[in-house]
Nanobody
């Protein structure tokens, strides 16, 4: 079983930056895991934000491309999401996800482990 713990959320003004962290633990976790960030706003479905593969391949949703950067530190079992030029529409709970098998980076159903989420609120 893999445990994921997100941190780094908070309240920021539009145009500001935040860095989210996701610390992974568990006997089976390794650097080969596919890692993703998703977000969910009130009344909306959880949506894909960014993902990173074991080789460092990164993928982004169109809504965050050019503003967000996903990275991983395998020595620390931690994945980061650097969020710049934040907009009010980025307000949501952000969730980290992990899976050891190949699959879709974009689909919530293709990730077996999830964190509890961290709230990001962007004021206008």
């Amino acid at each position: 079983q893999v445990q994921l713990l997100e941190s780094g959320g908070g309240l920021v003004q539009a145009g500001g930056s935040l860095r989210l962290s996701c610390a992974a633990s568990g006997r089976t976790f390794s650097s080969s895991y596919r890692m993703g960030w998703f977000r969910q706003a009130p009344g909306k479905e959880r949506e894909f934000v960014a993902a990173i593969g074991w080789s460092g391949t990164t993928i982004y949703s169109d809504s965050v491309k050019g503003r967000f950067t996903i990275s991983r530190d395998n020595a620390k079992n931690t994945v980061y999401l650097q969020m710049n030029s934040l907009k009010p529409e980025d307000t949501a709970s952000y969730y980290c996800a992990a899976d050891p098998y190949s699959g879709s980076y974009y689909s919530t159903s293709d990730y077996g482990s999830w964190g509890q989420g961290t709230q990001v609120t962007v004021s206008s």
